[in-house]
T-cell receptor, first 118, second 114 residues
Framework: DADVTQTPRNRITKTGKRIMLECSQTKGHDRMYWYRQDPGLGLRLIYY???????NKGEISDGYSVSRQAQAKFSLSLESAIPNQTALYFCATSDLKAGGRFSTDTQYFGPGTRLTVL | SQQGEEDPQALSIQEGENATMNCSYKTSINNLQWYRQNSGRGLVHLIL?????REKHSGRLRVTLDTSKKSSSLLITASRAADTASYFC??????????????FGQGTILTVHP
């Protein structure tokens, strides 16, 4: 979806290096997410943010940190990259449609960043 | 462990045939969503079914939800080669205000042969 962009699209780095993956969106959504995808494991949530001042750990946050610089920008950092962080990383946004128990929130994904840590 | 588990892991059919994928989950949900991913690309939302709904249609897609069995199925009718992709179910779990914090299954890889 062109409304959600990720940079870089591909990155090869070495163990111990600091890496930042960036995500920008023009959809005007408050909610943003970072996932990683590994073969056979589907998508796993790393961090999520429901607004600029609300950042939460996901299922696999160890070794990662995030920054929500603005409503439109959400960055993921690997402070000291390790080989098992080699994966496909996706950013997503969503817009909650409130409805009490039947609230819905569909997600819009960026094109992904393929990260290789040697 | 994953909230959603999909079956089969891979499905290979001929163009024109129907494709059925199943998703089982463990805890109560607000809604269940299906997404599609073309090779190496971002996921695209296909359809959402709420916990109080049993069936939903969108074009050639039909989704069913059985909350008593904690399962859902996605049917793609009259499949086309362009339907070749991975399909993921994602559950939005009941409780709190964290609507939208989805848990994805491992996906079904669908291959449609021309």
């Amino acid at each position: 979806d062109a409304d959600v962009t990720q940079t870089p699209r591909n990155r090869i780095t070495k163990t111990g290096k600091r890496i930042m993956l960036e995500c920008s969106q023009t959809k005007g959504h408050d909610r943003m997410y970072w996932y990683r995808q590994d073969p056979g494991l589907g998508l796993r949530l790393i961090y999520y943010s429901f607004d600029v001042k609300d950042i939460n750990k996901g299922e696999i946050s160890d070794g990662y940190s995030v920054s929500r610089q603005a409503q439109a920008k959400f960055s993921l950092s690997l402070e000291s990259a390790i080989p098992n962080q080699t994966a496909l990383y996706f950013c997503a946004t969503s817009d909650l449609k409130a409805g009490g128990r039947f609230s819905t929130d569909t997600q819009y994904f960026g094109p992904g960043t393929r990260l290789t840590v040697l | 462990s994953q909230q959603g588990e999909e079956d089969p892991q891979a499905l290979s059919i001929q163009e024109g045939e129907n494709a059925t994928m199943n998703c089982s989950y463990k805890t109560s949900i607000n809604n269940l969503q299906w997404y599609r991913q073309n090779s190496g690309r971002g996921l695209v939302h296909l359809i959402l079914i709420r916990s109080n709904e049993r069936e939903k249609h969108s074009g050639r897609l039909r989704v069913t939800l059985d909350t008593s069995k904690k399962s859902s199925s996605l049917l793609i009718t009259a499949s086309r080669a362009a339907d070749t992709a991975s399909y993921f179910c994602a559950t939005d779990v009941t409780g709190g205000t964290s609507y939208g914090k989805l848990t994805f299954g491992q996906g079904t890889i669908l291959t449609v042969h021309p």
